[in-house]
C-alpha cells in the first residue's frame, strides 16, 4: 500500500547519497576553492630584537682633579652627588668605573661629549665604551 500525500507537508526529492550541495560559481570563487592561480597568502610580524648595550667606563689617571671627575658624572650621565662621588672613588681605588650602560649610539656619544669636555679643560681624562 502507498502512503498517502498530506497537503500541508511538504514533498522530498530523493539526493544520492553522499552528494555535496552545489555550490554557484560566485560562491565557489568567494571561497577560493579550485581552479588554478589559488594561493594562499601569509603575512609574517617582523621579530625585532633588542639593541645590543654598552658599558660607558671612566679611567683613573693621575692628573685630573676628582672633583672634576664628579662634576663631568653629574654633568653628562645626570648622577646625585652622592652616586658621583661614590663611582668617582670607586675608579681612584680600582683603576675603572661604569658610569652608565646605553645603547651603541647614546654611549658612543657620552663618551665623545666626556673626552671633549675634558679635553676643553685641559685634563687627560680618557672614557671608554664596551660591549656588555
Not at 38 to 63: F, G, S
Request: one cysteine or more; aromatic letters at 6%; a positive charge.
Amino acid at each position: 500500500m502507498k502512503p498517502r500525500a498530506d497537503k500541508n507537508r511538504p514533498t522530498r526529492t530523493a539526493k544520492p547519497i553522499g552528494a555535496a550541495p552545489r555550490m554557484a560559481d560566485d560562491d565557489r570563487k568567494r571561497r577560493n576553492e579550485g581552479g588554478p592561480g589559488t594561493a594562499v597568502i601569509t603575512k609574517t610580524k617582523p621579530q625585532t630584537k633588542r639593541p645590543n648595550m654598552y658599558r660607558v667606563l671612566i679611567l683613573n689617571d693621575d692628573y685630573t682633579p676628582m672633583e672634576f671627575v664628579v662634576h663631568v658624572l653629574e654633568r653628562f650621565f645626570g648622577k646625585d652627588h652622592e652616586a658621583a662621588t661614590r663611582i668617582m672613588l670607586h675608579v681612584h681605588h680600582h683603576g675603572i668605573g661604569e658610569c652608565g650602560v646605553y645603547t651603541y649610539e647614546v654611549a658612543e656619544t657620552k663618551v665623545t661629549q666626556v673626552m671633549d669636555f675634558a679635553r676643553k679643560h685641559q685634563h687627560p681624562l680618557q672614557c671608554v665604551m664596551e660591549k656588555k
